[in-house]
């Protein structure tokens, strides 16, 4: 391949790079929760209570994040929580009390955090007539850090001797030692970021066109949402998230006590609902080219159709399920860069970051609160009629853009 075609995308790369650490360091906490118990001799509430502040504060960080790019720039803002991420992961060597660690997790969360607002805007800018197909490899990138994780956390935590000579100075050097080599490897790639990237951005793309006046204060950002179609693709995208997360958080549970699956056959099942995330370099390239409503509206559909056939046909057998999982992983994923490009492109120009933000705060937070309802709802009712609540909310959301494209 062609240097110079290569040389094109370094942005997108890099960027991509510091997304799929992120969601590294996000998803190696719950692999590693049972060892903390026994090292710590923490319950389970303790653990995940220092896991949901870490996910309160990664969804806090949102709209400061990119309301701070409006004003200073994406490309400082993405390097300064890099940093933090990565000084909070290297801080993890040290063997300290459990509340040291759940400090540091609400750090990384935070650094994190600071992330992902902040890149789409960028993306966009420097992609500007691909938005979609760079949004879709950066989340695609991104969704295989939430693969690896896993993966190392065995790795480390079994220690095998090839990585003695490397850990076996470091306290608890088991999962420390994945910790401290993933910040120095964050560190490292934000350093690139930092070097590379400003060299490579086009004019204005960094902080978008020069403006004159105050900077943009929080009344502005909310008044960018009194327009009754950005409000309508709010609402859509809010009952999006809800239904995705409270999904996600319950589907293998569901599988196995409402259809009766083994617990082996759930957790593969389970599994293909991820496998199907390289749609998003399929979905956000035809945005591109077809427009954004067009194939948020399929997306939906498929996702919202799935859910509806997961309730009915819950008896169907593996086969048929595992069908209806693809299918909604294919509409889950592919809707989500579509989502973030028509954000970018809808917002006002000098409120871009922090208008990305502020909805980003709130279908995270939809997300947030959707496993605890689906809970509540599986444990009086049975789970066919919380998947029932899924499925509609996801339909709320198909509807409300298809709505949305007819009237474009």
Known sequence: MDLRRIAEYDVLLLTALLWFLGKFLRYAFPP??????????????????????????????????????????????????????????????????????????LVIGGGTGAHKTVAVRLLSRVYPARTGRA????????????????????????????????????????WRGLFVVSG???LAVAVAFAVRVPSRLPENADRGEPREGPDPTARDYLESFRDRRMSAFVIATIAASFAYNGAVAFFPLYLSRAA????????????????????????????DRLGRFPVMAVALGLAAASLVGVVL??????????????TLGLGSHGYRPVRGAYLVEALPERLAGGGLGVVRTLLMAAGALAPGIVGTIADVAGFRPAFALLAGSTALAALVVTGLWATE
């Open 32 to 105: 590693l929760f049972e060892s903390l118990q026994a090292s710590y001799g923490v319950s389970n509430a303790a653990v995940g209570t220092a896991y949901t502040g870490f996910m309160l504060v990664y969804a806090l960080m949102q709209f400061p994040s990119g309301a701070l790019a409006d004003r200073v720039g994406a490309v400082r803002v993405i390097v300064a929580g890099a940093a933090v991420a990565a000084v909070g992961a290297v801080a993890l060597v040290v063997d300290a009390p459990f509340l040291v660690l759940a400090a540091v997790m």
């Open 135 to 174: 949004l879709g490899a950066h989340d695609t990138i991104g969704a295989l850090g939430g693969v690896a994780a896993p993966a190392a956390v065995v790795l480390f935590v079994s220690t095998p001797a090839a990585l003695d000579a490397l850990l076996d100075r470091l306290p608890g050097a088991d």
């Open 184 to 186: 120095v490897v964050v």
């Open 260 to 287: 009766g699956l083994s617990t082996s056959t759930a957790s593969l099942l389970y599994s293909v609902l991820f496998a199907v995330t390289f749609v998003q370099l399929v979905s956000g390239d035809l945005s």
């Open 313 to 326: 046909l819950v008896d169907a057998g593996p086969i048929v399920l595992g069908v209806l999982v693809a």
